[in-house]
């Protein structure tokens, strides 16, 4: 009887250890290194110049990644205008709804956003000029405040990151 008890507790152990391993195995078939995603302190953060069109004023908010490994954006930046005193000015920048993947952002390179506005002839009821764009990247809890004044009229969107300027 023992000797069935020991076989049944060696093909035991071994369906445990074949399952346990397939599944390890595939686990770690499976484990594909991943970019991390950019932070603050990787980037460097700018608006970049306006170009104008059909009554709107597009800013790109430029983030280049400064560091010496390729991370990763995805998704919508916050935006908002700030006085001089840091308090914002007004609603942050709406999304504009546009679909969006993950930009891998390698040393050196520059993506960006577009950020847009009304000129003052099509929406004559203005915030007050800014002193700085607040501007969080895309999954971040921390925001940069770039010194820019930019004068927000009628609507306030922002874009996606896309790869280029």
Do not use: W
């Amino acid at each position: 009887m023992s000797n069935v008890l020991t076989r049944a507790a060696t093909i035991a152990c071994a369906a445990l250890l074949a399952t346990t391993g397939a599944s390890v195995g595939a686990t770690q078939a499976s484990a594909v290194p991943k970019t991390p995603t950019c932070r603050v302190a990787d980037l460097d953060l700018a608006v970049g110049e306006p170009d104008g069109a059909a009554g709107s004023l597009y800013y790109p908010i430029l983030f280049t990644n400064t560091t010496t490994h390729t991370c990763a954006l995805r998704g919508y930046p916050g935006v908002s205008v700030v006085d001089a005193r840091h308090r914002q000015i007004g609603t942050s920048a709406i999304r504009t709804g546009e679909s969006y993947g993950t930009v891998s952002v390698v040393p050196s390179e520059t993506v960006s956003a577009v950020l847009r506005t009304n000129s003052r002839g099509v929406a004559p009821s203005c915030r007050p000029t800014s002193t700085y764009v607040k501007v969080y990247p895309p999954n971040s809890g921390v925001a940069e405040q770039i010194p820019y004044h930019l004068r927000v009229c009628g609507q306030f969107e922002i874009s996606p990151v896309q790869a280029g300027e």
